[in-house]
């Protein structure tokens, strides 16, 4: 007896559960595709050895096959001739709700590279994150104590500045090593050891129109776990006017676009190219598509218009 009451519940709560979208199913749906033709422009160089932890940055696979130069592969294109990082919105509709809760993801620099690379913000964002994942190992030297400091020195040159980088520790602190931690008493002059040392990112934020470009923020994050918060003023990306960018002041290959949305009703789209938002309100529309790097960083737009339950659909092209 008692099973059967069970399974009764169990029938009820599934009928239920069945009924919640039935009633709440309004809106419809835009998907379809950002494709990419022609060739896609080679990506951007740089010297690892020009720029601050070169050592550490070269773990990072978008690299040259000698890994002398970091890669920035701005425009990406899947097998299919999907152009990843696209992003697709529609305008036209200005949700007041989602701008104000609108929270974004955290950003992370992860071995010297900023992840995603496109997004998309809101004019004066309340909060704006990015987390500090790197550290790096690094064999240093004990040179000496000085006052209450431990002096160390990397034991390989340092390539940009041609001379041996010098690390101090407070002489109270243990020292943090690949195996464990050291502290003062261990340690003679000329003595090796491998330390584990924070690697400095630094985000610059800009709002960019056309070519001119107006810092939002300027922020040091020197150690594993380090984070910034901001909100994004007073020089926030204005929808249809400004878009945001981001750079490491410490490793110009460290890069992130988004562009200013009012709405939740767009997409990120991956290697496939490929789209699909859901749930938007019966109507007629501006539909664009944007990459930072093709079409002079300006959208692609056409009409589209949407019906309660049915699925507009859409394609662009961006060429090179
Ligand atoms: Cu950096």
Same mark, same amino acid.
């Given at each position: 007896m008692?099973?059967?009451?069970?399974f009764?519940?169990v029938?009820?709560?599934?009928?239920a559960?069945?009924?919640? *979208?039935?009633t =709440?199913w309004?809106?419809?749906t835009?998907?379809g595709?950002v =494709?990419f033709?022609?060739?896609? *422009?080679?990506?951007k160089?740089?010297?690892?050895?020009?720029?601050p932890?070169?050592?550490f /940055?070269?773990?990072?696979?978008?690299?040259?096959?000698?890994g002398?130069?970091?890669?920035l592969?701005?425009? @990406?294109v899947g097998?299919?001739?999907?152009?990843?990082?696209?992003?697709?919105?529609?305008?036209?509709?200005?949700?007041?709700k &989602?701008?104000?809760? &609108?929270?974004? @993801?955290?950003?992370?620099?992860?071995? /010297?590279?900023?992840?995603?690379?496109?997004g998309?913000?809101?004019?004066?964002?309340?909060?704006?994150?990015?987390v500090n994942?790197?550290?790096?190992?690094?064999?240093?030297?004990?040179?000496?104590?000085?006052?209450?400091?431990?002096?160390?020195?990397?034991?390989?040159?340092?390539?940009k500045?041609?001379?041996?980088?010098?690390t101090?520790?407070?002489?109270s602190d243990a020292i943090?090593?690949?195996?464990?931690?050291? =502290?003062?008493?261990d340690?003679?002059?000329?003595?090796?050891?491998?330390?584990?040392?924070?690697?400095?990112?630094?985000p610059? =934020? &800009?709002?960019?129109?056309?070519?001119?470009?107006?810092?939002?923020?300027?922020?040091?994050?020197?150690?594993?776990?380090?984070?910034?918060?901001? *909100?994004?003023k007073?020089?926030?990306p204005k929808?249809?006017e400004s878009?945001?960018?981001?750079? /490491?002041?410490?490793h110009?290959?460290? @890069?992130?676009?988004?562009?200013?949305?009012?709405?939740p009703?767009y997409?990120?789209?991956?290697?496939?190219?490929?789209?699909?938002?859901?749930?938007?309100?019966?109507?007629k529309y501006?539909?664009?598509a944007?990459?930072?790097?093709?079409n002079?960083?300006?959208?692609?737009? @056409?009409?589209?218009?949407?019906?309660?339950g049915?699925?507009a659909?859409?394609? &662009?092209?961006?060429?090179?």
């Amino acid at each position: 007896m008692k099973k059967v009451g069970v399974f009764m519940a169990v029938a009820i709560g599934a009928i239920a559960l069945l009924a919640v *979208p039935m009633t =709440s199913w309004a809106g419809g749906t835009v998907e379809g595709k950002v =494709s990419f033709s022609g060739n896609p *422009p080679a990506p951007k160089e740089f010297l690892f050895a020009k720029f601050p932890n070169p050592r550490f /940055c070269v773990k990072n696979p978008n690299k040259d096959a000698k890994g002398e130069k970091r890669l920035l592969h701005e425009v @990406q294109v899947g097998k299919d001739g999907g152009l990843k990082n696209a992003v697709v919105a529609i305008e036209g509709i200005n949700d007041e709700k &989602f701008v104000a809760d &609108f929270k974004g @993801q955290d950003i992370e620099a992860e071995l /010297c590279e900023f992840k995603p690379y496109t997004g998309v913000v809101v004019e004066n964002q309340k909060s704006f994150r990015v987390v500090n994942n790197d550290e790096e190992h690094v064999q240093v030297e004990f040179v000496k104590k000085e006052g209450d400091q431990l002096i160390f020195k990397d034991v390989e040159l340092d390539p940009k500045d041609k001379k041996f980088k010098e690390t101090r520790f407070k002489a109270s602190d243990a020292i943090r090593t690949d195996t464990g931690t050291v =502290s003062e008493a261990d340690l003679k002059p000329g003595a090796k050891i491998v330390i584990v040392r924070g690697v400095l990112h630094n985000p610059h =934020s &800009f709002k960019v129109k056309g070519p001119s470009s107006a810092t939002i923020f300027n922020i040091a994050l020197p150690e594993k776990g380090s984070k910034l918060d901001k *909100p994004l003023k007073p020089n926030s990306p204005k929808p249809g006017e400004s878009v945001f960018r981001m750079q /490491c002041d410490q490793h110009e290959f460290m @890069q992130v676009w988004a562009l200013p949305v009012t709405n939740p009703y767009y997409a990120v789209v991956g290697e496939d190219g490929k789209f699909e938002i859901k749930d938007v309100p019966a109507g007629k529309y501006k539909l664009v598509a944007w990459h930072p790097r093709l079409n002079n960083g300006k959208p692609i737009e @056409q009409e589209i218009e949407v019906k309660d339950g049915a699925a507009a659909s859409a394609k &662009f092209e961006f060429k090179h």
